[in-house]
Each structure stands twice: as structure tokens, then as C-alpha cells.
């Protein structure tokens, strides 16, 4: 049986690893102009669960991922292997 890595992105949500072009900042222009194109074109995924949105993942399918997770964790995540969620990770913000 093989296995594909698959990354956390948060409240038990997984993403494959190979799937994923990139991880952006979501206070960046660009994320917030992926991210309004995307919900009028019916590609966003929310997998924030009623979070401040941290990152935005952009797939290979042309669907956008919104992420409760900051995108330095994510990328240590990727970078380690490791999804285990870290204290204070997948709090809500005041």
C-alpha cells in the first residue's frame, strides 16, 4: 500500500502535499483578489471553520483554500513531515 503525504491544514482538514502550488499570506493583495475570483467562480474552499483566515493555499486544480493556519506553520509542517497540531495553532483571535 502506498502512502501520499497529505498536510494539516487545520481542524482536522488534510490537503495532499502534491497537490498544492502554493502557500500565500492572506493579507496580500493577490490572495484577496484569488480569493474574490474564486468564490464568484465557485472554486474556494473554506476549511477555516469561523477563523481569522491566515493563509491561502492555492491547489492545482485552480481551487483556493482558506487556512486558519499561519503560513509559517504550514510551510514547517510541510518541511518536517510533521501535522501535529501545536498549542495555540487553532485558537481564535480576539
Not at 481569522?52 to 481551487?63: A, Y
Not at 514547517?76 to 495555540?88: A, P, W, Y
Amino acid at each position: 500500500m502506498s502512502s501520499f503525504p497529505v498536510l494539516n491544514v487545520g481542524f482536522s482538514n488534510v490537503v495532499f502535499v502534491s497537490k498544492i502550488l502554493t502557500i500565500l499570506l492572506a493579507d496580500s493583495a493577490g490572495a484577496k483578489r484569488l480569493r474574490t475570483e474564486a468564490k464568484s467562480e465557485n472554486r474556494l474552499i473554506d476549511a477555516t471553520c469561523g477563523r481569522k483566515t491566515r493563509s491561502v493555499l492555492v491547489l492545482e486544480s485552480g481551487h483556493i483554500l482558506l487556512s486558519a493556519i499561519r503560513p509559517e506553520s504550514l510551510s514547517k509542517r510541510l518541511e518536517t513531515g510533521d501535522n501535529h497540531i501545536g498549542e495555540g495553532e487553532e485558537e481564535s483571535e480576539d
